[in-house]
């Protein structure tokens, strides 16, 4: 690149950088942003969180419910957070997301150092690391993901670390490298269960490595991955002793309504978006025209996978190791998520520690665009239109107003419910956080309603729990006529569409019916 075309790119850097430093540390700004940028599941976790660190263990509802329904690493880290601030609600909340932004940081330290080796045999490779780097670290579309108050950054910054090791650091395996790894996967899965498939990734990789015989290689593989089932082990004893399934009970609950092969069509919008980086496909068309967006991401995908294929021998071992690594990741992910698993609408976030090697392939893309380009003046004028639009979008799509659509029920039980009465939300993350008292009713932290749920009794346990209000979205306002039993202990006291994005009810006991 000549001098010019360096500041220029500088330039672009910089600009990605600050925004997404910005992204991250927006919501100190004011304690409505603050409360705003967790998520719903988000809140889930930190309540069992700040639980355990009141020494009422993994819970909800004051202490009342047990539960396993949660990521352990990242609730326990949460824990720690909510202990130095004796349990306080809301400064904790900032402790969250400065940790978030300094995992965001260090897993784009990681992206750098990964594909700066991966990619060292190219001319350009400082260029397309720093431009994956940058990008990957202000997407609007992935950095979302690193800031939910979930685990996701956390293990979008494992994967890459583990990619780094199996990549390059460790060509081939050794036993004392089969235990190092081994208790890395393990610790990895202590960030999210599905890392198994990461395992068996890893596993598969090392399976083809040369200069070994074939059974020494299995011996190391098998040395690998008992080690990482070790490390994982006491979470898993705890999943089956305490709760009688190894699976955590929200994925019980995700999956429990889960119709086989009823995701596959969320899932090439989801990985089309993260290879498009900056430009998300807006709601509204996704969910207007479901079909003809997902056809049209499923063309995109095949011909990305079709070029990839025809490139391969072009490839240095390096990084073919990474693709085959992240492929079969990507399969198994793909395969758990799009035919077995429930709730569609958290692909994205599933497939989330894919979206930085979608990112690579973009800067790969935009720098080899860059090259073929013959007019200088063109050149400039690209990067240009191009720092122009990508700063527009971004800043849109940043820095508009965003509010989670559960605070309406928040505020009217806040206003309304005295903190000794009993509140039941099917979605009760947010309402649970910021009320002790709240009984989750969809099972995704309360193994009682997921028990109920998968028996067709859960009228009758909300009907024999001592709940005073039944409060969220516009639709249980229904309950009260579909459920006749429901009718005669609990009557409709607000039914509001306009409240909120999503609309409010409230349900209310009938005094005397209590048990």
Known sequence: MSTHSNRLFTLLLLILFTIGTLKHLMPLVSQQDMLHSITEDGYLMMTIARNLALGLGMSTAEGNLPTNGTQPLVTFLWAGFYWLEAGDKINTITWIIMAQWLTAIAAAWMLWKLTTTVLQQRIHYTIIAGLTTAAWFSSPIAAKH????LE???YGLAVLIIAFL???VIPRLSWQNSLLLGITLGITF????????LI????????????????????????MGITSIVVASPWLIYNKLTFGHLMPISGQAQALTAEFGHNLPALPPALFEYLLVFLPIPNSLQATYPIPIAIISTLFLMITIVILIKIWAKLYPLEQRLLTLISIYLIGLSCFYGLYFGADYFIAR?????SAFFTLLWAITIVRLWQIIPSVAVRYSFITLFIGITFTLVMRTYFKETLQPHFQATEWVEKHVKPNEWVGAIQSGTVGYFHDRTINLDGKVNPEALAARQEDRLIQYVIDKKIDYLVDWIGIADWIE??????????LLV???KSGSKGLAVLKRIENTTN
């Open 146 to 149: 690193t800031m939910n108050g």
């Open 152 to 154: 996701t950054g956390l």
């Open 166 to 168: 199996v990549t390059t």
């Open 190 to 197: 202590w960030i999210r269960n599905d890392a198994a498939f």
């Open 200 to 223: 068996f990734a890893v596993c598969l990789l090392y399976l083809q490595a040369d200069g070994q015989s074939l059974l020494t290689r299995l011996g190391q593989i098998c040395l």
């Open 350 to 354: 599933y497939l989330f520690p894919i």
């Open 482 to 491: 579909r459920y006749p039993l429901l009718k005669t202990h609990f009557t």
């Open 495 to 497: 039914k509001d569409p």
